[in-house]
């Protein structure tokens, strides 16, 4: 039996390792991958090696899946921006939706979920109004979360198309305001790149730092794999056609504050996914690391979560992160009186 | 973590692992599945897990999370009782939320001559009853809660899981069916009682067998019988709905669906008894090219 993901690592970074796997391993496998949302990248990182042929047929399955999950990200996108035709400040994809659009090799195969877009804060009003007028809607009516989003968080309220059942982010930074490091929004924006249809991507370092902040610096690692996994993915990318990426990568992370976290990315990056990192820029090996991989790697064979108390303990700091501790108690115990759950 | 208790089970072109952390429910399922092939080298489509919803509850009001490679978020566990019911749930979850290789019809179907007749319509329409009483009379059970269409050839595939039967059918099914085909009562599930019945020795061994599809009904238990013509466009977005899989296929479902619509003739049939059914489809049967 497995007991974490390593063996999963193994197939992303060594599609030829698979191989040798035997029947009993590859439900196994297939488990974790589904459950770390990377099924459509394992698909695609096992495309040209021999696997047994109900193991094709599944990850036949998953890259067709994804197929159309790209194309269906790409709809909402486009749909977004005819919403927002006559708003003449810039729209930026963020994550997945943007990997797809500016065709990164981090969007094969991945997983894409809402849509995420990111416009100057003084413009939020009036983007809001736009979708709203084009058929999105609130999904949580609830005034206290309402009110918390819009004073202390990166993001508006989720949106929701009422008739195609699509959610939208819209995003004006890429951390909540109550974060620590508070990246520089308008230098996110100043950067961006246009596409041929007008809409924007961030520029390589932003992309890579957005990715960076959003797994270090704000939330409890949940899905870390897939995050991590693109990080790796857009690192080896804009190093390879870039050789001052390093060197503007460093500058840009103290732009945003996020040195720190950049170092643990990287670092955490090049143990689990051995990705080819500039030792500068990385910064020395922490034994927190450890704790990192462990609570990344922390996924059974069963497809199970394991390892109940890093997970909590990374859970309890990402709160940590995200609030001052007199703010983190006034907001759980607003939660607890409403019976509700955490604000995820 | 501790290790779970775990089965393997092929039902038609699909292959399941259960893993469970109480052997109750396992022992059950290879009971009932002893006449059906284990997947041959082992390699499965899905997982399905049942778990305690908190960790006492494994010995406390032993209560069943039904889990698994595709999860409903507000999936309410149920008893340990009912765990069959759960492991039976946790498969159907994961066809519906995963299978890709058909589009995937929530219908029940049976075969005659190499043509399939298939029956879809809400739940308490009957079709399930329908589909275990004709598997007495001369059919070939092909399943009674997913019909696979196939994207290429246009067939029906068999997925002939145990025949889940509801509150009155049992009774009904009992008087029909040996004793040793059934399950364990269920009692006060969230869909009433509840008991088992494992499909005919045909619909097993020929559960790698498809057939053409030659008719499709939409039955309505509990009104004078009746057949009545619909027009191809409820037809068409009727399936839509019964379908869990349509949009997640894309362009393949709408051209696999659209095939079928065009080509397989359809009616809405109300009736009273098993009886009446059996006369308002033989004579439709006759009368196919």
């Known amino acids: 039996m497995m007991r974490d ?8 970074r060594e599609p030829g390792s698979v191989e040798a796997l035997g029947n009993d391993q590859w439900p196994e496998l297939i488990s974790i991958a589904r459950a770390e949302s990377l099924i459509g990248t394992l698909a695609h990182r096992l495309k040209d090696v021999t696997v047994p042929d109900r193991v094709r047929a599944i990850l036949q399955d998953a890259a067709e899946a994804h197929d159309l999950a790209r194309q269906q990200a790409l709809w909402e996108a486009d749909c977004a921006r005819r919403a927002l035709a006559d708003y003449p400040g810039k729209i930026v994809l963020m994550k ?10 981090a969007g094969v195969g991945r997983s894409i979920g809402d849509l995420d877009i990111m416009v100057a804060r003084e413009d939020l009003s009036v983007v809001e109004a736009a979708l709203l007028d084009a058929g999105w809607e609130w999904v949580k009516p609830d005034p206290y979360d309402d009110r918390y989003y819009r004073d202390y968080m990166h993001e508006l309220p989720p949106l929701i198309h009422r008739e195609r059942d699509r959610m939208i982010d819209v995003h004006h930074t890429t951390l909540p305001l109550t974060a620590r490091p508070t990246p520089d929004a308008r230098a996110i924006l100043d950067s961006a790149i246009a596409l041929d249809n007008g809409l924007r991507v961030m520029a390589p370092t932003d992309m890579v730092l957005h990715s960076i902040a959003h797994l270090f610096a704000d939330g409890d690692l949940a899905g ?22 390093w060197t503007d990568l460093n500058v840009r992370a103290k732009t945003h504050g996020l040195i720190k976290e950049t170092q643990r990315a990287l670092r955490l990056a090049a143990r689990l996914y051995d990705t080819p990192v500039y030792r500068f820029s990385a910064g020395h090996t922490q034994f927190s690391d450890y704790l990192y991989a462990r609570r990344l790697l922390a996924r059974d064979g069963y497809g199970r979560e394991t390892r109940k108390w890093t997970r909590f303990a990374f859970y309890v700091r990402s709160h940590w992160l995200r609030m001052p501790p007199l703010m983190l108690a ?7 009186r409403k019976g509700g759950k955490s604000l995820e | 973590m501790r290790e779970m208790n775990q089965i393997r089970l092929g039902i038609g072109p699909a292959a399941f692992r259960i893993a469970s952390a109480w052997r109750q429910p396992l022992e059950q399922l290879s009971g009932l599945y002893q006449d059906y092939p284990a997947p041959t080298d082992g390699i499965v489509d899905f997982t399905v897990r049942l778990e305690p919803e908190k960790p006492w509850r494994r010995y406390i009001r032993p209560s069943v999370h039904i889990g698994g490679d595709f999860w409903l978020p507000d999936a309410a566990p149920l008893p340990l009782a009912q765990g069959l019911l759960a492991a039976e749930m946790g498969m159907n979850l994961q066809m519906a939320l995963g299978w890709r290789r058909h589009l995937l019809l929530h219908a029940s179907s049976v075969e005659k001559d190499g043509k399939a007749l298939i029956m879809t319509g809400l739940s308490g329409s009957g079709k399930s009853t329908l589909s275990a009483m004709l598997a007495e009379r001369g059919w070939r059970f092909m399943g009674d ?9 246009g067939n029906i595939l068999p997925f002939p899981r ?17 004793a040793d085909r059934f399950g364990p009562e269920m009692k006060g599930t969230p869909k009433g009682d509840i008991r088992h019945l494992v499909p005919p020795k045909p619909a097993i061994e020929r559960m790698d067998e498809s ?10 238990f509990g009104h004078e019988p009746a057949l009545r013509a619909m027009g191809q466009s409820e037809i068409f977005v009727r399936l839509t709905q019964a379908s869990t899989n349509y949009v997640a296929l894309g362009k393949a479902g709408f051209h696999a669906l659209t095939r079928f619509v065009d080509r397989v003739p359809t009616k809405a049939m109300d009736y009273q008894s098993t009886d009446q059914a059996e006369e308002l489809i033989e004579s439709l049967w006759n009368q196919l090219p």
């Open chain 1, 330 to 336: 006034r907001h759980l115990w607003t939660k607890w």
């Open chain 2, 162 to 178: 145990l025949i889940s039967l509801k509150n009155q059918a049992i009774g009904a099914m009992r008087q029909v069916a040996a």
């Open chain 1, 224 to 245: 870390g794999l897939r995050n991590l996994w693109d990080i790796n993915l857009l690192v080896r990318q804009f190093a390879e056609t870039d050789e001052e990426f």
């Open chain 1, 5 to 12: 993901a390593r063996s999963l690592l193994q197939a992303l």
């Open chain 2, 145 to 153: 809660e997913f019909a696979l269409l196939d994207l290429d050839t």
């Open chain 2, 211 to 220: 057939a053409s599809p030659a008719l499709l009904l939409f039955p309505r």
């Open chain 1, 96 to 105: 997945g939706t943007a990997y797809v659009a500016a065709d990164l090799a």
